[in-house]
């Protein structure tokens, strides 16, 4: 396009336009990050053919999508003429497209992506290794690019890990925050001071984009620093010899998510976890059986009883039954009972670190919610993390559940394989 827009940016976002395969932007608010990155994609679009693709974890509709920001930034440049903003994409005049995807509910459905020039995941903290696994390989065209913009939570969250602490090659990573921004106005400028002033924990984290060591208000935080520092979060093997009980979340719209663990001994090994959403059961068990475990039981929380009309008005444990599984349907019990009960076999777990690292990233953000008094309440917040926690908390029931009942030596055998001095003895 001749006559192309000139627009000014924070020094720091210079290197969006040199060719790097990954350009990671991370820091606190009010850096401009996605304000600078829309601009400069709508700015290399309109000079050259250039199909991007614009992600992020978790988009139900395209309003949470970067949509609005890219229409906005569109009429600030001046490219009202150029691009055409239609419902679910934007187009340019010279075949330059913007496309939006969900990450964790989308996945395994966009092939799109092979052919995209850039791929721009926003709000990169939460995205999972799952999608990340899944995702960067299909970004394959020769010369194509993946941006990262994220404000950091936890240094144990994946993206921060992949592309901050342990970064790839070729890649340009920069930490921008509200001091880099020329562009600040003075009244997010006088909110920063005021945070400054009033906490400074709060303001490193929420404005320096400093990671917090645990999050505010994270109900399993004790646990999950334990067992990081007594090594319990490690490699953890299958054992062949012994059988794997699954504990699992149902969910439709929501996620279904899946522990597979190991009793051996006093000790639970956590094995491995599986989390996905919008599938049917039967896909759910074709993926347990993929794995090629020796299964027990599979764990359903209380509503695995439940009869839908969908389903022929069979329940979630009958379908189960049907295609050969070994189901117990776990009995109602409160949330906090349930939240006690897998603060209780915390310190006897052992997590594979590989396998496992999406759930344990659901333990490590399962928090309460803030009450409208600013205060955390006694209810668990609602959202990505909830699966695999609550999978967890069943989990946490079913094993405090066998430490009460007698057993015949008979019976534990079969539910437990023995005792076994374990592996990390070796």
Not at 91 to 100: A, I, M
Not at 301 to 322: C, F, I, N
Not at 343 to 371: I, M, P, Q, S
Request: glycine share 8%; with cysteine.
């Amino acid at each position: 396009m001749s006559g192309a827009p000139r627009a000014k940016f924070p020094k720091k976002l210079g290197f969006l336009f040199e060719p790097k395969r990954y350009k990671i932007l991370y820091g606190g608010r009010g850096g401009a990050k996605s304000w600078g990155v829309a601009r400069a994609l709508l700015i290399l679009g309109s000079n050259r053919v250039l199909r991007i693709v614009c992600a992020r974890e978790f988009q139900k509709s395209i309003a949470d999508s970067v949509h609005q920001l890219l229409s906005d930034q569109i009429e600030a440049l001046g490219l009202d003429s150029f691009y055409e903003i239609q419902q679910t994409c934007i187009k340019g005049r010279n075949g330059t497209e913007f496309v939006f995807h969900g990450l964790k509910h989308n996945i395994n459905n966009i092939k799109s992506l092979e052919g995209c020039d850039i791929c721009w995941v926003e709000e990169a903290a939460n995205v999972s290794r799952a999608s990340w696994n899944k995702l960067i390989p299909t970004i394959r065209k020769d010369g194509s690019e993946i941006w990262v913009t994220f404000n950091p939570e936890l240094e144990t969250d994946e993206t921060y890990e992949r592309f901050v602490r342990s970064p790839p090659d070729n890649a340009a990573i920069v930490k921008i925050d509200y001091s880099d921004n020329p562009f600040l106005p003075q009244v997010l400028r006088d909110e920063i001071e005021q945070l400054q002033r009033r906490n400074v924990d709060d303001y490193l984290h929420v404005y320096g984009g400093h990671c917090k060591q645990t999050l505010e208000g994270a109900i399993f935080a004790a646990e999950m620093r334990d067992a990081m520092k007594a090594g319990r979060i490690c490699r953890v093997p299958y054992t062949p010899t012994k059988p794997v009980n699954t504990f699992w979340d149902l969910g439709w719209s929501d996620s279904v998510a899946i522990w597979f663990i190991q009793r051996i001994g006093f000790e639970y090994r956590v094995i491995d976890y599986l989390e996905d959403s919008q599938k049917t059961l039967g896909w759910y068990i074709q993926e347990c059986q993929k794995k090629g475990y020796v299964y027990d039981l599979d764990h359903f929380p209380h509503d695995g009883k439940h009869k839908t009309l969908a389903s022929g008005g069979k329940s979630l444990e009958q379908q189960a039954r049907e295609l050969g599984r070994k189901v117990r349907t776990l009995p109602t019990t409160a949330l906090s009972a349930q939240i006690n009960a897998a603060r209780t076999v915390f310190a006897n777990c052992y997590f594979d670190e590989d396998k496992c690292a999406d759930g344990l990233n659901a333990l490590r953000h399962y928090r309460y919610e803030v009450d409208e008094n600013g205060q955390f309440s006694k209810t668990p917040l609602h959202d990505w993390s909830s699966h695999g926690a609550s999978a967890f908390m069943s989990f946490g029931i079913s094993a405090n559940e066998r430490a009460e009942r007698k057993k015949t030596p008979e019976e534990h055998m079969r539910m437990f394989g023995g005792h076994d001095a374990g592996w990390m003895a070796n």
